[in-house]
């Protein structure tokens, strides 16, 4: 799970990469949605790194623009999106993806997120914005959800390389989110399976309580490319048939995506 599984994933060594760098991108990912501005104290117990090296690393990225300095605090600056922005236009996100979620948002009535695996989560890449969406939940682009307690999160899983499966419902550290949250890992693996054998992912109340999520895959087992998900409030679901309906719609998604090959990463 760690940076040495990552080296040896791709066949190298520690020789072969830039360990500074490493360590910058750690600084860069330690603000997140519940850490938006960080102390130099706060960034150093979140990576792992000494203090000294989190101040050099931070001043850096303060010269290069892509923190601010608040006080005692540092932040983001919007020149971070610069590097999101190569990966979405050279996925034609913008002027193919977007406008295809649209479509089905407004046709279902209901929005529609794309997401894909990075390592110990979920992150949106991309989610529909139409006017008809009866529900919002307050995710954006970026914003990352747990594997082992959301829909999307379970089919990541279900789909995803076995080892990599087995590693995340074995160490993953997760917490209370709502009363209904499977605190057992072992049904959680069950779960995740299950997901596996019917191709789809339905998740009750876990992560958002009175909200049931809905995800299936893009693309096959081993061959993960993204999956498509949506979340409705348990009170606008009447029975079993709406949870296979919205099902359905996701699948129609999914199958225009791999169609299209507009979606070609993972």
């Known amino acids: 799970m760690g940076i040495e599984g990552d080296l040896s994933a791709h066949g190298l060594t520690e020789r072969d990469i830039s360990l500074t760098f490493v360590k910058g991108m750690a600084v860069l990912k330690a603000f997140d949605d519940n850490h938006t501005r960080l102390t130099l104290t706060d960034i150093a117990k979140i990576t792992g790194l000494d203090r000294a090296s989190v101040r050099r690393l931070v001043l850096t990225l303060v010269a290069l623009g892509y923190v601010r300095k608040e006080g005692r ?65 307050g995710f954006t682009v970026g914003s990352r959800l747990p594997l082992l307690h959301t829909a999307i999160g379970r089919m990541m899983l279900a789909y995803g390389e076995a080892s990599w499966r087995e590693a995340c419902i074995r160490e993953l550290g997760f917490e209370q989110y709502t009363p209904e949250t499977e605190m057992d890992r072992a049904e959680i693996a069950r779960r995740v399976e299950s997901c596996r054998t019917q191709g789809y992912a339905i998740a009750n109340g876990e992560f958002d309580a009175g909200v049931t999520g809905f995800a299936v895959p893009v693309g096959r ?16 679901l009447r029975d079993e048939e709406m949870h296979l309906r919205r099902i359905s719609e996701l699948q129609q998604v999914a199958q225009e995506l791999g169609r299209s090959g507009l979606f070609e990463v993972g």
């Open 73 to 137: 605090h540092f932040a983001l600056t919007p020149r971070v999106l610069i590097l999101a922005g190569s990966f979405l236009r050279g996925n034609r996100f913008g002027s193919h993806i977007q406008p295809l979620l649209n479509r089905y948002a407004r046709a279902f009535g209901c929005a529609i997120s794309l997401a894909i695996a990075d390592e110990d989560a979920a992150v949106y890449v991309a989610q529909s914005s139409s006017q008809e969406e009866a529900v919002t939940f």
């Open 221 to 236: 087992t081993g061959d993960l490319r993204a999956v498509v998900g949506m979340s409705q409030p348990n009170f606008e």
